[in-house]
């Protein structure tokens, strides 16, 4: 083994065993969350010893870097996620490797991903980003739709051709009533994961919890865990 890949080895392993962890103390079973390893700001190269480690899903935030290291890793059995704020004239690209995008949140990119995912006969998985600084109003900072606007968006993409509706993310505010609470702040995530799935019982990918708080994305009920930093190391300044 390579001295990068053993690094990459311990560092899942911890990870994992930190979920693990986190599942007994929630009652829950492990195989009930999937590890998503972001692998942004790191090399194709990491990519393919993820895989080999036994990584199926990874996640990237940016489509000019995430774009080509997909295409140097399609030859690998993975699932990639979009997890970043998307520009609607990157929906096209976006489309042709994203199995899902975690980062829906305003019915101009519903349409966008829509009329994408049809041109390249795919469909995509979608999970609403849900902004916790305020209950209503204008999204996030970092993207996302407020509480108040997450039904009706929802209705766009269950009617939207190439497009699924799988489930809801958030990443922890660092404003408004959550600041400083992530557990608090996934927990009202999970309360509206829970109306969504009356309504669509489907749409049940619960997106939470990254390196720094996947206890808590974990005990409010996550399903899906986003991890970077802890699996392929700190990121050279702030992304
Ligand atoms: C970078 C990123 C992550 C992973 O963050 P770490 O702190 O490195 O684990 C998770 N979600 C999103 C949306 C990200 O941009």
């Known amino acids: 083994m390579t001295d990068r890949k053993a690094q990459l080895a311990a560092n899942l392993a911890r990870v994992e065993e930190r979920i ?20 942004k700001t790191y090399p194709a190269e990491d990519v393919r010893l993820l ?22 890793c399609a030859d690998l059995p993975l699932t990639w996620h979009f997890v970043g704020q998307l520009q609607t004239n990157k929906a096209r690209s976006v ?10 949140d305003r019915p101009r990119l519903v349409a966008a ?3 994408a995912a049809e041109r390249e006969g795919r469909r995509i998985g979608c999970l609403l980003q849900v902004a916790l600084d305020r209950e209503s109003g204008a999204a996030g900072q970092r993207g996302g739709v407020a509480p ?8 766009e993409v269950a009617a939207a051709p190439g497009l699924r509706l799988a489930g809801v993310m958030t990443v922890a505010p660092l404003s408004g009533p ?10 009202r995530l999970r309360e509206i994961s829970t109306r969504l799935q009356a309504g669509d019982p489907a749409a049940n990918m619960v997106s939470a919890g990254m390196s720094a708080d996947l206890e808590e994305a ?8 986003r991890i970077g930093s802890a699996v392929l190391g700190d990121r050279p300044g702030l992304r």
């Not at 693990?20 to 998503?36: F, S």
């Not at 895989?51 to 140097?72: F, I, S, T």
């Not at 959550?178 to 927990?187: E, K, Q, V």
Request: charged letters at 20%; aromatic letters at 4%; hydrophobic letters at 50%.
């Open 20 to 39: 693990a962890r986190a599942c007994v103390a929630a009652g829950r079973a492990p195989e009930d969350v999937t590890l998503i390893v972001v692998t």
């Open 51 to 72: 895989a080999e480690l036994g990584v199926r899903h990874v996640a990237e935030n940016r489509d000019q870097e995430a774009a080509p290291k997909a295409e140097a």
């Open 95 to 104: 489309v042709r490797y994203a199995d899902f995008v975690h980062s829906v």
């Open 113 to 115: 991903l829509s009329s």
């Open 148 to 155: 108040d606007g997450v039904e009706e968006l929802a209705a």
């Open 178 to 187: 959550y600041a400083g609470r992530p557990g608090a702040a996934f927990g």
């Open 218 to 225: 974990v005990a409010a009920g996550a399903t899906h865990v």
